[in-house]
């Protein structure tokens, strides 16, 4: 079965420095996808940023990068010149495709303070 | 364009009471999907659905029924709310595509 886990429930960082988020998951499919999810304290869920796995290049979205190591199982987000509003929960969430359908399988999740 | 919308966004409940939670999309999307999030847990799928007229049980769906007799609607319900269900319930849709789930704004729900 597939699972993802995030091993950091709470990380804290200083306001204009990086930190990384870390994800492992558990699959046995060749081709798929991973995201990160946001949700501030507002409870939105905000999608922050996705990868393919089919693709070694790692994905980039303004300050929010990832680490994609598909060997290794692991997809950590890298958040850079750290502001306040960053802070929130951040999930790291895998898709789930059996039988043509999609589903999401989600991990617990990290809560990130960011420090003025 | 409004999205995914949850209705109610706050309810408590009495043990033994039941309930209905809306989603309503307006994005033509296939794919609907009911989730919870308690602490420490993350999000755990109830019940989904790939299309008007057919649902599917999730990871948690004890306790719950769902219904899409409208392609744009995804109803949850509670019969009989039993304080374990005390928790955030998300609504989110997906086309075909690759682009991530829209979510809804979210229900906290209370069982006292």
């Known amino acids: 079965a597939q699972t993802v886990t995030q091993s950091q429930p709470e990380m804290s960082v200083q306001e204009a420095e990086t930190v990384t988020l870390s994800c492992t998951y558990d699959t046995s499919e060749s081709d798929y996808y991973l995201f990160w999810y946001k949700q501030p304290p507002s409870r939105q869920m905000i999608l922050v940023i996705r990868q393919e796995a089919y693709k070694q290049q790692n994905a980039t979205e303004n300050r929010f990068s990832v680490n994609f190591q598909k060997a290794a199982k692991s997809f950590s987000l890298k958040i850079s010149d750290s502001q306040l509003g960053d802070a929130a929960m951040y999930f790291c969430?895998?898709?789930?495709?059996?039988?043509?359908?999609?589903?999401?399988?989600f991990g617990t999740g990290t809560r990130l303070k960011v420090l003025a | 364009n409004a999205g995914v919308t949850q209705t109610p966004k706050f309810r408590v409940l009495k043990t033994g009471q039941s309930m209905t939670l809306l989603c309503a999309q307006d994005m033509n999307h296939e794919y609907m999907y009911w989730y919870r999030q308690d602490p420490g847990m993350g999000l755990r799928l109830i019940h989904y659905?790939?299309?008007?007229?057919?649902?599917a049980k999730g990871e948690v769906p004890d306790g719950y029924n769902v219904s899409r007799l409208k392609k744009q609607n995804f109803l949850l319900g509670l019969e009989s709310a039993a304080p374990s269900q005390t928790s955030v319930y998300f609504c989110?849709?997906?086309?075909?595509?690759?682009?991530?789930?829209?979510f809804g704004s979210g229900t906290r729900l209370t069982v006292v």
């Open positions: 969430a895998y898709r789930v495709t059996t039988s043509g359908t999609y589903k999401y399988i």
């Open positions: 989110a849709s997906n086309s075909l595509s690759n682009y991530g789930y829209t």
């Open positions: 659905s790939v299309g008007e007229g057919t649902t």
